[in-house]
């Protein structure tokens, strides 16, 4: 059978003859498993691609999870994670080595940051940051020692793009593996893959688990690359998705698409009323018509995603604070592509002391749009700005 969105969501994987003909695949909590004869337990333990030996390398449950993930990434092969960021570090530390270097794109998510500028130099792979809007800055900065470049498009701080197609054939003619972070549009709105991308991770904490329960990581890729990051680093470093969660992610998984097409559909409701709102200086979404980088946007990415920025008019923090403060349909939290509406303001993120407000990012406010019923929401703001 064709291998379309509800073939991929609803019966890819699953072999249902297997478990009772249950709808609902079983949870298989089980850390290892059992072999009839020593011949088969040998077999087993020279490759672990194959079959079930321990869960801190494959499980089914995770299996038909992992065989959903590569397909909605149109990609051989999918491994999951505890976390996005083990997703991310797993295949940089597997592929590179000491005296190796990075060109990645400016702004990227904060701890792929410091895994830039921290962890990664102690092993001797040091990285160059460059503006990834433009792509001609990724050419000048490869080295003879350019082993990965990084992408992260939109990146889900600044929302800058990059023209991910034209890195990835810059990338392809000099050799260079490519890794992008996805997680800002996930494998509905943009497939990275089909740009020539070679690997593509995303943090499964948001829209793929959907509920804010989980936190977990997925990395996608042809066999050629995947093949040596399980069977190697991944079962060294033991980064493993618990079953659970992978049951968790499954039934996350199922609503989807209905998930996405509601958020992208009510977050430009909610960008276009903050961005005529007196009161509102600019909106920062890459599907916004206001954004420097919308034709690009609308080139690669299917739908707008439900994360953004905005900037309030003359707002020092006090105002930034009473305004998130009086906000009672969104929580202020971390993370994003839950069920729930979510505010972070930058000035949280930083001490009082350190805010500028000549500083624009200082100012930006993080909104992410959720599942509730746009109107709520756009009351909620309104009145917020209204007590400003
Ligand atoms: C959340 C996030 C991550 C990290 O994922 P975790 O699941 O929190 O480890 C990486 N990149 C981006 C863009 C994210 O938003």
Redesign the pocket.
């Known amino acids: 059978m064709e291998a379309d969105l509800s073939y991929i969501l609803n019966h890819l994987g699953e072999e249902r003859e297997k478990y009772y003909r249950a709808v609902s695949p079983p949870i298989f909590q089980t850390s290892n498993f059992c072999f009839p004869t020593v011949e088969e337990f040998r077999a087993h333990l020279q490759d672990e691609t194959q079959g079930h030996i321990y869960s801190r390398g494959k499980n089914p449950t995770s299996d038909i999870l992992c065989a959903k993930l590569a397909a909605l990434d149109g990609q051989e092969e999918a491994i999951v994670f505890g976390?996005?960021?083990?997703s991310?570090v797993t295949p940089i530390i597997a592929l590179l080595q000491s005296g190796d270097h990075i060109v990645s794109v400016r702004n990227v998510?904060s701890?792929?940051t410091k895994l830039f500028t921290q962890l990664l130099p102690r092993y001797g792979v040091t990285c160059t940051f460059v503006d990834g809007r433009d792509t001609a800055e990724f050419e000048k900065a490869i080295r003879p020692e350019t082993k990965l470049i990084y992408l992260?498009s939109p990146n889900?701080f600044t929302f800058e793009l990059q023209d991910i197609e034209a890195v990835g054939k810059l990338a392809r003619s000099r050799g260079i593996t490519t890794l992008i972070?996805n997680?800002?549009a996930g494998p509905l709105l943009q497939q990275p893959a089909k740009y020539g991308i070679d690997l593509v991770a995303q943090?499964?904490?948001?829209y793929l688990g959907g509920h804010s329960d989980i936190?977990?990581?997925v990395l996608t890729g042809p066999h050629r690359l995947m093949k040596k990051i399980f069977t190697e680093e991944y079962l060294n470093l033991g980064p493993a998705m618990s079953p659970y969660n992978a049951w968790l992610l499954l039934r996350g998984l199922r609503t989807l698409p209905l998930r996405m097409e509601h958020s992208s559909k009510s977050v430009m409701k909610v960008a276009e009323f903050l961005a005529q709102h007196p009161k509102v200086e600019r909106v920062i979404h890459p599907h916004h018509p206001s954004h420097p980088q919308h034709d690009l946007a609308k080139r690669l990415i299917s739908a707008p995603g439900g994360l953004f920025a905005f900037v309030l008019k003359e707002a020092g923090i006090e105002q930034i604070e009473n305004f998130c403060n009086s906000l009672k349909r969104f929580l202020m939290a971390v993370?994003?592509g839950g069920h729930e509406s979510l505010i972070i303001p930058v000035c949280a993120t930083i001490k009082k002391e350190e805010f500028n407000p000549s500083e624009e990012k200082h100012r930006y406010i993080r909104m992410y749009v959720g599942l509730e019923e746009t109107e709520v929401l756009i009351e909620d703001l309104s009145a917020a700005l209204e007590r400003l």
């Not at 976390?83 to 083990?86: C, K, V």
């Not at 943090?203 to 948001?206: G, L, M, R, V």
Request: glycine share 14%.
């Open positions: 976390s996005g960021i083990a991310i998510y701890w792929t992260e889900t972070d997680s800002w943090s499964a904490s948001k936190v977990g990581g993370s994003w």
